[in-house]
């Protein structure tokens, strides 16, 4: 195979989550998604999953249409990108993603999902690094890993001091997560507004006040850190708005019921579940939300210059509170 090396993300989900170890595999199944046009973390996920439907007896051959789907079955899960990408066979079962794929074979196999907002999570177990869970559970676009990169503070040492972030984060603690995520949320989001490599900040190699000055001289606006992060924040709350006036609440910031309720059965954290609720309540007080339902409050919208969305947030309250009710 000639093409592209794969990446990280893309060599986990298409290697170790799926069993396979055959680096040629990892290569073509990846160079088939970039012509596809297939993202290819949720593309390895969403195969994962299917295998270990498979293992489980939850779908079999006929369902797969006699491809042997096990984990490590580095041919299988090959063949089933040009599958999934042309809608083909099985591959037209799992081509939305794993939510959809689940309504349609049923059995209980969303159990198995691991995604957060039914998006798919990458392959960092979080029972392991617990700010990556919360960064996880809360993201206004469900499971994403650079919004922002917590096991780099966390499991390798990486901090900012203009955010304040602690010499060293202990990754398997739960206490003061929020206080760490909340900042450097704001500052992923306001980097990734200006259109600039994420990389440059996953190790906090570039501080705020540098993207600040960089955003006065090209905009002609007088930047800070501080109104640089407020940036940010406005962006993160202005999601969330937005997230809860189509009906999003406190219950989609979840994590799946594996890392919550099955400890960890090897490595540094073995032993270890997430503990989400008592952390959710942390983050909407550092937040300043409203903690039953995770919504910012007028007072923080009016505090960020965000008026114009506070009818709209209370007539999205209206509605929860009548669905409660019935």
């Known amino acids: 195979t000639r093409g592209k090396g794969p990446d990280y993300d893309s060599t986990v989900a298409l290697g170790s989550q799926c069993g396979n170890k055959d680096l040629e595999a990892v290569a073509r199944a990846n160079l088939w998604c970039d012509q596809y046009g297939l993202d290819t973390v949720t593309t390895g996920e969403t195969i994962a999953w299917a295998m270990e439907l498979y293992e489980r007896g939850i779908i079999d051959r006929e369902d797969t249409r006699g491809i042997d789907l096990r984990f490590g079955n580095h041919e299988a899960m090959v063949a089933m990108v040009p599958k999934i990408a ?54 206004n676009r469900g499971g994403d890993n650079l919004r922002p990169f917590a096991t780099a503070s966390e499991c390798l040492g990486f901090r900012s001091k203009e955010l304040g972030m602690p010499e060293h984060f202990e990754p398997l603690s739960e206490a003061g997560k929020a206080a760490w995520l909340v900042p450097a949320q704001n500052y992923y989001l306001a980097v990734n507004s200006l259109v600039c490599c994420m990389f440059t900040i996953i190790g906090y190699a570039v501080e705020p006040s540098h993207y600040a000055r960089h955003l006065s001289a090209i905009t002609g606006f007088d930047y ?39 400890p960890a059965p090897t490595g540094p954290a073995q032993g270890s579940v997430v503990h989400l609720a008592q952390m959710l309540d942390e983050y909407y007080r550092v937040r300043g939300w409203d903690p039953a339902l995770g919504w910012p409050t007028a007072e923080k919208l009016r505090s960020l210059g965000l008026d114009y969305v506070i009818a709209d947030l209370e007539k999205a309250r209206g509605s929860v509170e009548q669905r409660a009710a019935a």
């Not at 794929?101 to 798919?120: E, F, N, P, Q, T």
């Not at 850190?225 to 962006?235: M, S, Y």
């Open 86 to 139: 042309t809608r083909m066979e099985f591959g037209a079962v799992l081509a939305d993603g794993i939510a959809e794929a689940a309504k349609k074979i049923g059995r209980r196999s969303d159990r198995y999902a691991m995604a957060v907002k039914d998006l798919d999570l990458p392959g960092i177990d979080v029972r392991g690094s617990k700010g990556m869970a919360l960064g996880y559970a809360v993201d």
């Open 224 to 262: 800070d850190k501080e109104k640089f992060l407020t940036a940010g924040e406005r962006i993160w709350n202005l999601q969330r708005a937005f997230n809860a006036r189509e009906g999003f609440t406190r219950k989609q910031d979840r994590l799946p019921e594996r890392l919550t309720a099955v």
